[in-house]
T-cell receptor, first 116, second 113 residues
Framework: KAGVTQTPRYLIKTRGQQVTLSCSPI?????VSWYQQTPGQGLQFLFE???????NKGNFPGRFSGRQFSNSRSEMNVSTLELGDSALYLC???????????????FGPGTRLTVL | GNSVTQMEGPVTLSEEAFLTINCTYTATGYPSLFWYVQYPGEGLQLLLKATKADDKGSNKGFEATYRKETTSFHLEKGSVQVSDSAVYFCALSEGSSNYKLTFGKGTLLTVNP
């Protein structure tokens, strides 16, 4: 079974630009969550989508947005990039309702975003 | 709000040494507790979990017991290997927000041969 895939793996942008990151969950998984990992703040929850609906949202500004498609693939978008947005962005999927996977999130390798 | 505090690293051990990484939490209700591991250049992998008080999670020689009275979930391994070198994260999820994980800062473990 293929794992969670994220594209691209590395990205370099300049301040003020916008960026879109993509996440393909494990086949059959319907929940997709996004996290930001930085050396200073650690791992912080961005948002979670289930069946194309945002169910949970972390404490990030409106520049951070996401969406989920009918095939459960998800994208997150960051507009008007700031230097502080440089981070590893991790996506995780979960098989809601699958007994052995209850509450377990499977993480992708992440997208390393550098803002210059 | 919820929070997780884990011991500051880095932790450096010799092969076959005993490992303890402390983790305490603050949460309302009855959280589920997790240890995740991150190897260099990779995403997080679930190491073990416990969903209720006194549960012991175990995997690959690692163990952690959910202690409600001390709000702790310390990670232990009796004999570490070089391949255990990684960053370890303690995390919790709670209630209806099961898919929102709150993480500790992470502890870098280096095991020398």
């Amino acid at each position: 079974k293929a794992g969670v895939t994220q594209t691209p793996r590395y990205l370099i942008k300049t301040r003020g630009q916008q960026v879109t990151l993509s996440c393909s969950p494990i086949s059959g998984h319907r929940s997709v969550s996004w996290y930001q990992q930085t050396p200073g703040q650690g791992l912080q929850f961005l948002f979670e989508y289930f069946s194309e609906t945002q169910r949970n949202k972390g404490n990030f500004p409106g520049r951070f947005s996401g969406r989920q498609f009918s095939n459960s693939r998800s994208e997150m978008n960051v507009s008007t990039l700031e230097l502080g947005d440089s981070a590893l962005y991790l996506c995780a999927s979960s098989g809601l309702g699958v007994k052995s996977s209850y509450n377990e999130q499977f993480f992708g390798p992440g997208t390393r975003l550098t803002v210059l | 709000g919820n929070s997780v505090t884990q011991m500051e690293g880095p932790v450096t051990l010799s092969e076959e040494a005993f490992l303890t990484i402390n983790c305490t939490y603050t949460a309302t209700g009855y959280p589920s507790l997790f240890w995740y591991v991150q190897y260099p250049g990779e995403g997080l992998q679930l190491l073990l979990k416990a969903t209720k008080a006194d549960d012991k999670g175990s995997n690959k020689g690692f163990e952690a017991t959910y202690r409600k009275e001390t709000t702790s979930f310390h990670l232990e391994k009796g004999s570490v290997q070089v391949s255990d070198s990684a960053v370890y994260f303690c995390a919790l999820s709670e209630g209806s927000s099961n898919y929102k994980l709150t993480f500790g800062k992470g502890t870098l473990l280096t095991v020398n041969p």
